[in-house]
């Protein structure tokens, strides 16, 4: 099995990142240096003003180590890879399948289903342990929501309706979200996902740990060979990594919404660690930003067992299986996609 | 034939054509302690040169192919060994590290690098030998009909497979544990994936 290495965050901003033998070397403005062999790692994500060397650039790509750029908010702008991985039948067989309604509307509804059944493990985690501090009732009404979704998604669906299931889970999921804060609800609002930009602390968390999720599910599918535009779900728009954000709607409830919600309630984020601009948007301070890549990887490091395989791996790895289920399914090595469902 | 294939395509066909289609057909290749080792054995095999032991030339890392049998490869050693006749004919040496094999696949490719030096030099070759790292031994492989047919039904086999990119379904078994693919080719994953969301839709 793959191994669950690092990802190289580099935040600072006029940080110059360059190749030096195995080891990729991180200079900072005041002439700092630190280096990383590159063995360690499986992936650079480079926040705003952040440079690299063509040489590093170039043997990250060799080594099968995806270099990313975000912009010192979050939001992404490009990314390096080498020559085009994996299999080239592989990809045709997803193209194939992407045009096809009928298969694509089988995998869609597998990845809703995911999202779904782990949107409500997650509510129903929070009734069960704190159940006296929220609104069970509202939570537990959301429950029933979700499982009435789950139980129209057993039978096949056109791509639409599965669509409308999903915003429909969606929904009442964020309208007791806020139930799920426990701690400083007054500075700590959420009345539904807002975002470009962010005008609240939640949705500017929320936003930035989806952008990590993405990056690591986009480097899971090229990893195996497929496409991460071309989605089923998500249809193609140009620019716009469908396949993976298909891929994200497993994993947003339990690893990006549980691990926003713990670093609220454990009061590892607070209201000063975010600017408030002008115009409403919401940023979080560099600090702050540490604080919540420290929590991404340790929360991949954890250890889950994995409900098909029933195998134990860290939770990171997840994507990656996941990425090789998908191929094997477009393959007809799986009579289907199986989503990740988390206990 | 429209595709050559590496001679090692027949091993790894024999081990699993499941392995085989992954490595042929998917292009997948993970490494393990075994095939890391063998590759290091081969890199320092490989840069030999033609020599003369006992009186017999040897020759190293001789490339082989076979336009009939779609094949292509490397011979560890070819000598040249007198038949009964008193003519010089190629003997290929297969080097392995371990123990010898109860099955056939040893024998298998060394066959099919006899029949490759067989139809580039336009001779006949009744004889080659596998030598085990092991017991330091060499066992000797007399190229019979029937080794000589097996090659060219695995041969076959593999080519109407490659060609129509077919990976066979997974069967776990014994061999499964020392595979260095397994992890790609998830073996115990069985086509219940339907079984699998209802039984989560429904706790």
């Known amino acids: 099995m793959k191994k669950l290495l690092n990802t190289l965050y580099v935040s600072s901003q006029g940080s110059y990142l360059s190749k030096d033998g195995e080891c990729v070397v991180v200079r900072s403005e005041d002439g700092q240096k630190k280096r990383f062999p590159i063995h360690v790692l499986d992936g650079v994500v480079c926040f705003g003003n952040v440079l690299c060397s063509p040489f590093l650039l170039g043997h990250c790509a060799d080594k099968g180590v995806a270099v990313s750029f975000l912009t010192e908010w979050g939001r992404f702008l490009a990314s390096v890879r080498g020559p085009q991985s994996g299999n080239v039948l592989l990809r045709r067989a997803q193209y194939r399948m992407a045009d096809d309604c009928e298969s694509s509307a089988e995998i869609a509804r597998a990845c809703i289903i995911g999202k779904i059944v782990n949107s409500r493990a997650v509510l129903r985690r929070c009734v069960r342990d704190h159940g006296d501090r929220i609104d069970r009732e509202a939570l537990s009404a959301t429950v029933g929501v979700l499982d009435d979704c789950t139980r129209r998604l057993q039978t096949p669906l056109l791509l639409d309706e599965a669509r409308g299931m999903e915003g429909q889970a969606a929904n009442a999921y964020f309208s007791v979200f806020s139930q799920m804060i426990l701690q400083n609800r007054d500075v700590f609002t959420f009345t539904g996902r807002n975002r470009r930009p962010p005008v609240d602390i939640v949705n500017c968390l929320l936003s930035f740990v989806y952008t990590l999720l993405a990056h690591d599910i986009r480097s899971a599918l090229e990893a195996v060979g497929l496409d991460p535009q071309v989605g089923f779900l998500h249809r193609d728009r140009p620019g716009r990594p469908g396949l993976a954000l298909d891929m994200m709607e497993e994993f947003r409830a339990v690893l990006a919404d549980r691990l926003v919600l713990s670093l609220l309630n454990r009061g590892e984020v607070r209201e000063r660690g975010f600017v408030r601009k002008e115009s409403g948007a919401v940023f979080m301070d560099d600090e702050t930003r540490k604080v919540v890549l420290t929590g991404w990887q340790k929360r991949k490091q954890s250890e889950v067992t994995h409900p098909f395989l029933k195998e134990k791996m860290a939770f990171g790895l997840v994507f990656h299986v996941q990425a090789k289920l998908l191929a094997r399914c477009i393959r007809h090595d799986l009579d289907g996609y199986p989503p990740f469902f988390w206990k | ?203």
């Open chain 2, 1 to 203: 034939m429209p595709n050559t294939l590496p001679l090692s395509a027949l091993q790894h066909y024999m081990y699993c054509p499941r392995q085989c289609a992954l490595i042929h057909v998917e292009k997948v290749w993970v490494e393990n302690r075994f095939t890391a080792e063998g590759r290091l054995l081969h890199l320092r095999a490989d840069s030999g040169v033609p020599g003369r032991r006992g009186g017999i030339a040897e020759d190293r890392a001789v490339p082989l192919r076979s336009d009939r049998l779609g094949l292509y490869g490397i011979a560890d050693v070819v000598e040249m060994r007198p038949n009964s006749t008193g003519q010089d004919v190629p003997y290929p040496v297969e080097y392995k590290r371990g123990q010898p094999k109860v099955d056939a696949c040893d024998r298998v490719q060394v066959c099919a690098q006899a029949m490759c030096l067989e139809e580039m030099l336009g001779v006949r070759i009744e004889q080659g030998a596998i030598f085990y790292g092991k017991p330091r031994r060499r066992e000797i492989v007399l190229l019979d009909t029937d080794l000589r047919e097996l090659v060219e039904r695995i041969c076959a086999d593999i080519h109407v497979m490659v060609e129509e990119r077919r990976v066979p379904d997974a069967e776990y078994g014994p061999a499964c544990r020392g595979c260095s693919l397994k992890s790609e080719c998830m073996p115990k994953t069985t086509k219940r994936v339907a079984q699998y969301i209802k039984k989560y839709l429904e706790s």
